[in-house]
């Protein structure tokens, strides 16, 4: 199993929940911790040392709101593969630190369905470090949080290979049924769609037998 130190973590989330917490676990590890706009403010009011993305871009955020993470400093960290050494000149090359863990959660676009809730940096970060799992750590739900401290504690401050890989489906399929939500939205006052994209998470419950009764279950 191939383990990857946990040295740097950018957090950016629309669901506040428990993100301090989390930010002081991954304190207590010798993070650092990068963050941006709301996130930002949470946990500097909560005491914590965070560099914001404004300060490692050297760009602000801008269009209300609409650009804060799309600039090479923050994704040039996020999809750097560090096993190529041509990747790791160009860090070099262009004063960028590698994210070994991305934290964000997306809009609350199913709720609010709106232009404003479409959100593009939000997927990008997390489509970005679910591609680059080999190398970085993605957390798209609160529910995880828990389960990331309990690694980390338990492992010197490193997540392995298996919960990157699990974090980073759970991050393609957060991606996959939000893109498929707004598909729908646009085209809600179209009879008969021209594209019909449906998102299904499997039910927790677990049945006897397959369809008959010498079938396993599914």
């Known amino acids: 199993m191939t383990r990857i130190k946990i040295e740097r973590a950018l957090l950016s989330v629309y669901d506040k929940t428990g993100v301090v917490e989390l930010a002081r676990a991954l304190e207590r590890h010798g993070i650092e911790l990068v963050s941006s706009g709301g996130t930002a403010r949470a946990l500097q009011d909560a005491g914590l040392d965070v560099t914001t993305v404004e300060d490692v871009t050297g760009a602000p955020e801008m269009l209300d709101h609409r650009v804060v993470t799309l600039h090479p400093a923050i ?14 000149d160009d860090l070099e090359r262009h004063g960028i630190a590698p994210f070994q863990l ?17 959100d593009i940096g ?15 750590t993605v957390v798209t739900s609160t529910a995880q949080y828990d389960e990331l401290v309990e690694e980390l504690d338990a492992n010197d401050g490193t997540v392995g290979d298996e919960t990157r890989r699990r974090f980073a489906v759970d991050a393609f399929a957060t991606t996959a049924a939000f893109d498929a939500a707004i598909v729908q939205w646009l085209q809600h006052d179209e009879l008969l769609p021209q594209h019909l994209v449906v998102a299904l998470d499997r039910t927790d419950e677990t049945l006897r037998y397959g369809e008959n009764p010498h079938q396993r279950a599914a």
């Open 75 to 88: 994704h040039g960290g996020i999809l750097a593969d560090l096993g190529k050494a041509g990747h790791r």
């Open 102 to 118: 991305v934290v964000s959660s997306l809009y609350p676009f199913t709720e609010r369905p709106d232009v404003e809730t479409i």
């Open 122 to 136: 939000g997927p990008a970060m997390i489509r970005a470090a679910a591609k680059n799992h080999a190398w970085v």
